[in-house]
């Protein structure tokens, strides 16, 4: 407790006011405020933009040309912008202009309940101190056309208003003395390219210089009437689109309750993946660019797509750099999520050869969209591209040329099912590939389809569709001959039957004990964490060592029936046809990409076979 309350004083509950450092304030929101100089720039074009909108409020039957022209000047280090708006009285300027976190505009706004209104929060005109040692503002208001005012200021704590002779006509320059580092702001050039794109939207045309095509002389589709067409899209998607030209483009329309968003989308012409993302969206609020780079509300899986959107309902942060994450911004998420599929679908149905366009330069990427939107499984199901062993077909294709079936590798490239299947000419589909797995597992299923997973961790993986019982088994005496000639330690004889009759044999990995042999590795301790490592020794070691290859023997083939028939006659060349085929088989792996392999034995092995062939042959004549 403390004495006052111990001596029975009562506290002291006096109010009193905040005090607050002016100049680190105006510091902090000039400086810290926009992530970028280059907002000054739309910050003072916006307030231009602004002061029309007031005047024909404020003045309805007048008669006055709306024009907004911005100067660069190098040599003096100098950015003016100029309006023909509304301008400025004297008691204006000390309350608005002068006055932290009041502005006009809202209170217009308010007012008049006007949507054409960009400014909120009265502090775009602090952004001026963020690039210019020295701000001076020229100023006729459309009230008192005979009077003019100068406002200057250095770094916005302290400023000077002076009587000045009016303009010619009504309206406000703003004028900045760049600080050095800021320089580069005054060349006309630079201000153009950045004046472009800030103010492509706005109504109010917008100079450079002494040029008198407007940087915002751009048709917009969607304010056309009516509405500008597909060609008209291309056009303003290629002029915006700052990385990729445009292969197609679909407009955004409001749903009404939800949002009023409008404006246009596009498919980029750069390459993607599913680790890509080119998302590419700019919204503007009431005409004016807020966020340049807000992906976010486009859809994860939409890698591939571009655009711009316009909206009043959207809520700005303060920077006006960004948006709130609310209910309309959730909504407009949504609306932006039904238009991406819906224009896909309208490319489809009405633009044929963009839409071959956009399988063909992403259609990695569309499969993974498919699995997250049940409406574009159903639009891209039997169009868009698979990676397989005979490359890009569509599961239809994949599907017919398996007779009905879908066959998967789910390792990589190589293997002894790519051979197998390469000779039979029936592709497989690449499922180490981004999402053609889940795709195929989901066609399947929605076309009441098979599919084969081959190379799964049960060793063949697909054994049982390619590789059949013998009608009849091996005796124990050939079969253990055949396994003494044939196998290496670790190795399998399995005879069976399969296709096509004209490969003899081929090596089938054991994928669990390959697995079994990278976990045990010293080198794995390097390269995976401990906890997981200690897992996956603990699943492996259920594992056994003593297999690490299957053989299997081709029953039907010529080669191998000739082979047995002659071991049963007793033929003296039956060993060295054996020696033959176990070097093809070391061939054979090796082309499937086994380390193991010893190539250079086995076509060492070849050379013996048929220098021995060709003796029993000399010694038979």
Known sequence: MSDDHRQGKQPDRTLRTTEVDLGGLVGVLATHLYSTPLVALRELVQNAHDSHTRRRLEDPQGSHRPVIRVRGDAARRVVSVEDTGAGLTEPEIHAYLATVGTGYTRLLRDLTGSQELIGAFGLGFLS???????????????????????????????????????????GTVVELLLKPEHAHLADEYALRQVLARYCVLLPVPVHVGDDETPVNDVPVPWRAEPPGDHAARMRFAAAFGRRFEPLTAFPVTPDGASTDAVGLLWVQDGGTYGSTDNRDLAVYLRGMLLAEDARDLLPGWAGFIGGVVESNRLTPTASREDLQRDEHYRALR???????????????RLHPAAWRR???????ELLGAALCDERLFTLLADDVPVPTSQGELTAGALRAAGAGTVHVALGGE???EEMLYRAMQVPIARGD??????????????????IVELGGEDGAGGAGELFREPERPLPPEEAAWLGAALT???????????????????????????????????RADARIPSAALRLARAFTA??????????????????????????RAG??????????????????????GSAAADLTGALAGVGTAVAALTALTEVAE
Not at 130 to 148: F, K, M, Q, Y
Not at 358 to 364: D, F, K, M, N, P
Not at 433 to 450: D, I, K, N, S, T
Not at 496 to 507: C, K, M, N, S, W
């Open 358 to 364: 956009i399988l063909a330069r992403h259609g990695q």
């Open 128 to 170: 001026a101190f963020s690039v210019a040692d020295e701000v001076t503002v020229t100023t006729t208001s459309h009230r008192e056309p005979g009077l003019g005012h100068r406002y200057r200021s250095r770094g916005g704590e302290q400023y000077s208003v002076e009587p000045t002779a009016p303009r010619p006509a009504p």
């Open 433 to 450: 590939r981004y999402a053609v797995l889940p795709f195929l597992r989901r066609y399947a299923q929605l076309r009441g389809c098979r």
């Open 488 to 522: 290496d330690p670790g190795e399998q004889l399995v005879p069976a039957r399969f296709d096509p009759p004209g490969l003899p044999l081929v090596l089938v990995p054991d994928r669990a004990a390959q697995l079994k042999a990278r976990i045990e590795d010293d």
């Open 334 to 348: 949504a609306a932006l999520a039904d238009a991406v599929v819906d224009g896909l679908y309208e490319t489809a």
């Open 571 to 592: 033929h003296t060349g039956s060993a060295t046809a054996a020696g033959l085929l176990r070097s093809l088989k070391v061939i054979m792996a090796a082309a499937s």
């Open 414 to 416: 190589g293997g002894f």
């Open 542 to 567: 259920r594992t056994g060592d003593e297999v690490q290859a299957r053989l299997y023997l081709n029953l039907s083939s010529p080669a191998v029936q000739q082979l047995l028939a002659a071991y």
